[in-house]
Each structure stands twice: as C-alpha cells, then as structure tokens.
C-alpha cells in the first residue's frame, strides 16, 4: 500500500477499517506524548483547560511555543537560560558575565579586565602600562628595565645584578660583596672587614684590637729639663684615669 491513504466512497467496509486504522497507527497515540504535554498549556482562551496533548496541532504548537521561547532567551536578553555546559570549537562572544569561569586553555587577544583574582597566573610574556600589585612573588623575577619606587623583600638573592641606587631604613645582608661602599651617614652596629681604607675614621665609643677595648685618649708628651717637648703624641687607654692602662 502506498504510503498516502486515500479512502474512496466504493471501498469495502474491511478495506475502509483497515485504511483508517493505518491512518491511525501513522498519526499514533496522543497518550504517548511526553508528560509535559499533559501538564502544560501554552494556549490561551478559548483552550483553557485543554492541555497540549489534547490533538496534534496543539501537540506542534507547543514545539513552536517553545522553539519561540528558547529564541528569546536567546536573542532579548530578557530571559534567563541555564545550560549544563557550552562546548564551542570557534566562537565569538560579544559580552560574556559569568560568577565563575574555569578554562583549561585561553587565549585572549585584547581586553580590559577590572578585576582579576587566581591563584595562579601564569604568563609567557606581560607588559603592564600602569598597575598597582600589592603582592607580587614568584621563585623567578627578571626584569630587563623596570622602575621600581618601593621594593620590600625578606630575601633578596642576585646572581649577577647591576644596581645604580639603592636606598632604605633597613638593609640586612646575610653575605654580599661590594666592591666599591661609599657611605654619607651610616650606623653599622657589626662588621668584620678584612682591609679597612679611610681617609677619616670616627669612633665614638670603644675600638676594639686583639681582645682590648680602648676607650679613652689621653696627651702623652716627653720633655727635656728644660721643659721642651721631645716627644708628643696620644695614649691610648681602656679607661679615663690616667694611672689605669
């Protein structure tokens, strides 16, 4: 039998059964529709209280309501949709919100983030035109030509470094090496120097040679009978009275 149905006004009352009960089985049963069209009813009056499984043009009108639906939740704006997951191989989003974004791979070719949170951030390269970072650390920071107004730093290690100036209230060495201290005002409460150069030292309270604290100066003169000076120079000494060594 063709699969168009025609029942002619001559046929057979078999005939005539067994074509409409083909119809039937075409058409199929309206109670096998899903459950949602025997809830839902996107119609209104006069079909009030007359789900969408009640025919099957209202069966297809609830597809197209909802095909409309989807439309606009997809194309307003003013509707809200939820997707499990949005798998895109190339493309392009004008505007993206979201609370949390996770991404394996990224690659963005220009943008303005105002506020951007990781707990790890890992660049290739990076050019920051203006930024404020108010912690910055890392196992490697190199830096070809940076300006640098406050550095802080509990451990501070260059291998090779070239530093036109340096300033602080506090600067802690464990071990370095420099060549060349020019120094304007400097408290250094200890050092160990093995070649010391100064055009002029100035110890204020003890200078300490071989385990011995000398902590005064007094004149020392040798005279002839006469009272003149032979010999002049300073004594130095551990303590203030002239008669303690």
């Known amino acids: 039998m063709a699969r168009k149905i025609q029942v002619n006004t001559n046929d057979a009352i078999g005939s005539m059964v067994s074509k409409l009960n083909t119809m039937s089985n075409y058409l199929g049963d309206l109670d096998d529709l899903d459950s949602n069209f025997k809830t839902s009813q996107f119609v209104d009056s006069p079909d009030v209280g007359h789900y969408d499984d009640s025919s099957f043009v209202k069966a297809i009108n609830h597809l197209n309501y909802s095909l409309d639906s989807m439309n606009s939740y997809l194309t307003s704006g003013t509707a809200t949709l939820r997707v499990g997951g949005i798998t895109g191989d190339s493309a392009r989003f004008t505007r993206l919100s979201v609370g949390e974004l996770t991404v394996d791979s990224a690659t963005i070719d220009s943008s303005t983030i105002n506020l951007l949170r990781g707990t790890s951030l890992n660049y290739a390269t990076a050019s920051f035109d203006s930024a404020r970072i108010s912690n910055l650390s890392g196992l490697n920071i190199n830096y070809d030509s940076a300006d640098i107004s406050v550095l802080r730093s509990e451990v ?57 604290n000398m902590t005064d100066v007094h004149e020392f003169t040798i005279r002839d009978s006469a009272g003149a000076i032979l010999l002049g120079g300073y004594l130095m000494s551990t303590n203030a009275t002239l008669s303690i060594p």
């Open 156 to 212: 501070i290690r260059g291998d090779s470094a070239r530093i036109e100036g340096i300033s602080g209230t506090n600067l802690n060495y464990v071990n370095g090496h420099i060549s060349n201290l020019y120094v304007d005002s400097a408290g250094i409460v200890n050092a160990s120097i093995d070649n010391f150069d100064a055009n002029i030292a100035n110890i204020s309270n003890t200078l300490s040679m071989d385990g011995v």
